[in-house]
């Protein structure tokens, strides 16, 4: 193989793990951020923990499940 050619893979072979790994972080912040939307556990600016601190503080208990079933 002449250097060129094997440069050529190389650097193909990075940009391709590269290009992996950005859409696997952008899959998992995905996932995380449409978790914690609706989440009343969540202190992110989009999620619900102030509303369901507050409705705690006026007696209405919440309870938080991830099972339909249970819900």
Same mark, same amino acid.
């Given at each position: 193989?002449? @250097? ?8 193909? @072979? +990075?940009? +391709? *793990?590269? $290009?992996?790994? *950005?859409? $696997? &972080?952008?899959?998992v912040?995905? $996932? &995380? %951020? +449409?978790?914690?939307? #609706? #989440? ?5 600016g989009? @999620?619900?923990?102030?509303? $369901? ?14 099972? +339909?079933? #249970? %819900?």
């Amino acid at each position: 193989m002449t @250097g060129t050619r094997r440069h050529l893979l190389w650097s193909t @072979g +990075v940009v +391709v *793990v590269l $290009a992996l790994m *950005v859409i $696997a &972080v952008a899959s998992v912040r995905h $996932a &995380v %951020a +449409v978790q914690r939307t #609706d #989440d009343p556990r969540s202190t992110t600016g989009s @999620g619900t923990r102030a509303l $369901a601190q507050l409705l705690t503080d006026h007696g209405i208990r919440l309870e938080t499940t991830d099972n +339909v079933a #249970d %819900a």
